[in-house]
């Protein structure tokens, strides 16, 4: 059975860090690219950031410079850690699995971020 399970959401005041993680169980880890996406109320689900099975990553323009994907395989664990956070950030965050040699695709249940005073 394939698990993703994120963590590390709160509440936090502007300009502000958290460190999301999401831990993954049921596939194999190193072959899936991974990827955090987020949807705030009234919005539809966007791409935040993502890093391939080498370590690559892309950034959505809104986080460049604040936030970084890593992954460690050997945990089967992929993290956001966001600094210098904004009101607009609040959102439900997601973790995603997806391989194109599996076709396959997941996704966490998600871990809610709220920035605000």
Do not use: H
């Given at each position: ?47 935040v950031a993502t890093i391939t099975r080498d370590g ?39 973790c995603n699995a997806n391989s194109a040699l599996m ?15």
């Amino acid at each position: 059975q394939v698990q993703l399970v994120e963590s590390g959401g709160g509440l936090v005041q502007p300009g502000g860090s958290l460190r999301l993680s999401c831990a993954a169980s049921g596939i194999i880890f190193r072959i899936y690219a991974m990827g955090w996406y987020r949807q705030a109320p009234g919005k539809q689900r966007e791409l935040v950031a993502t890093i391939t099975r080498d370590g690559s990553t892309t950034y959505a323009d809104s986080v460049k410079g604040r936030f970084t994907v890593s992954r460690d395989n050997t945990k089967t664990t992929v993290y956001l850690q966001m600094n210098s956070l904004k009101p607009e950030d609040t959102a439900l965050y997601y973790c995603n699995a997806n391989s194109a040699l599996m076709k396959a695709s997941y996704w966490g249940q998600g871990t809610q971020v709220t920035v605000s005073p």
